[in-house]
């Protein structure tokens, strides 16, 4: 397990150099946008326009903060995410737009290489203890707002707001989470 503080989240301007990514992991590490098998990043969307295309990519979207966007995803009825939507999956290689419904917005995104890998993103209201069976060999349990504490067998610590914790080899372990925050947890496997 790794515990991935916010302050040493990588920024990095998009690809279509519309605006800012917080990259909080990826794989492998130090991958460039072309050459990840996942990533999990954060951004923030102050204008309406195109999202970025990743051929070979499936994405995954949440709203962490803001009024919402509606997504125009080609193939597909428009879309409207808030902060309550559940998290959309849709394939990033194909155009998508982006329109705002009352400033800026903040997002979650999760990233896999379609050959070979797939994702889920879930979310996580904890308000007390919890104790959840990781669904993935590769998970990152990011604490959106809030605080919590972690134990997993003898390893422990504590995540604060945008801290993420990443655990590798993870698939069938059991973590103990406690505290009062909102989280989401990114699982990737083989697909």
Known sequence: MRILRAGDHKRMPWKNGGGETVEIAVSPEDAGLAGFDWRVSMATV????PFSIFPGID???VILDGNGMV????????????????????PADIPVTAKLQDGAITDLNVMTRREGLVHKLSRIELDGSSSMVLPAPTCLLLCHSGALSFR????????????ALL????AAAEL???GNAKCYLAS???G
């Open 59 to 61: 994405r995954t979207l």
């Open 46 to 49: 102050a204008a309406d326009g």
């Open 176 to 178: 103990k989470i406690d």
């Open 152 to 163: 997993r067998g003898d390893e422990t610590g504590a995540l604060a707001a945008s801290d």
């Open 188 to 190: 990737i496997a083989a």
């Open 71 to 90: 997504l125009e995803i080609e193939g597909r009825a428009p879309v409207l995410l808030t902060t309550a939507s559940d998290p959309l999956a849709f």
């Open 167 to 170: 655990i590798e080899n993870a």
